[in-house]
DNA sequence: GAACATTAATTAGAGCTCTAATCCCCTGTC
DNA sequence: GACAGGGGATTAGAGCTCTAATTAATGTTC
């Protein structure tokens, strides 16, 4: 079975093109494309645990602790102790944080806002969808 | 702009999905989805040098090196000096690393035709078309 | 109250990924 | 022959990603 045939190969050139292109906007926020994401989750949800910030972010709880320890050495968030679960550590944007976020934002929109420029809304809807139920199948068939 | 408008954020959780199983399909043959992904194109092309490899595989040198390595070191592969051009090391499939593709293939296989069956072939060609869209502008409007 | 399960946070270890830099060989051109 | 350029291979270093395991606090069940 030949690569080009493989639909799985198209949704890869895609995601590597936009993850390309995502990291090349970044770069003079000097934000990587893991880090805007949190950084974006955060703007809306301030004081949100790294737990559910991971899970908002689609990744583990390992990887999210990566990322924000990244973020806490270059003073962009602070994670202070919950005052009730003291288990519990509140994640927020820092003064820094907010300022370096929003100007990774305005570049990240603009490629965003250019992308679904590109169709019209029935194709915009038809791509969702489409992409929809393939996230769907992949789930439902795998092993575990 | 909440992430659920963005287009990104669809084509990342398919990409998402689609990976996640690949992994777990790929676990009982012990190949990671980029290693199976490099077997894959050597299969078909027998002495690729790596640099050619890394192109196909849509990865930089270095990171290609890294997964040769790895595959190198479960004697899946040989990496023979070529005769003429004394710099360019022809990468093969052994024995087992044959056995093992063939293994890992079944199950991926299996994947991309479940995932095929589950469109029209107009909306297969839909989507790849509408992928297709995605990627070029993306690459079209990509600082550098 | 004691045992259990759940959830958050973290650490360890393996592997992938990039950019930047280096080294090497071959092939042009002069 | 010298020398520059292109392409292949590699190393160094930073960062992301996962699974597995550990620790701690909360909550449930008996």
Redesign the interface.
């Known amino acids: 079975?030949p690569?080009s045939?493989?639909?799985?190969s198209?949704?890869?050139?895609?995601?590597?093109?936009?993850t390309?292109?995502?990291h090349?906007?970044l770069?003079p926020a000097g934000l990587t494309v893991p880090q805007y994401a949190a950084l974006?989750q955060l703007a809306e949800n301030p004081g949100i645990p790294a737990a559910a910030l991971a899970r908002a972010c689609?990744v583990t709880a390992p990887t999210m602790n990566t990322i924000l320890n990244n973020l806490q050495q270059r003073g962009l968030i602070t994670r202070t102790p919950h005052p009730w679960h003291r288990n519990v550590l509140e994640t927020r944007l820092t003064e820094l944080g907010t300022q370096v976020m929003a100007e990774a934002d305005e570049g990240a929109?603009r490629?965003?806002?250019?992308?679904?420029a590109?169709?019209t809304d029935e194709?915009?809807a038809?791509?969702?969808s489409?992409?929809?139920?393939?996230?769907a199948?992949?789930?439902s068939?795998?092993?575990?």
Chains 1, 2 share one sequence.
């Not at 045939?5 to 799985?8: A, D, F, P, S, V």
């Not at 198209?10 to 936009?18: F, G, P, R, T």
């Not at 068939?141 to 575990?144: F, G, N, Q």
């Open positions: 079975m690569a045939e493989r639909l799985g198209h949704i890869k050139d895609a995601e590597h093109a936009l390309a292109t995502k090349a906007v770069k974006l689609r929109v490629v965003e806002r250019g992308l679904a590109e169709f194709e915009r038809q791509l969702i489409l992409l929809a139920r393939c996230s199948y992949l789930e068939v795998r092993p575990d």
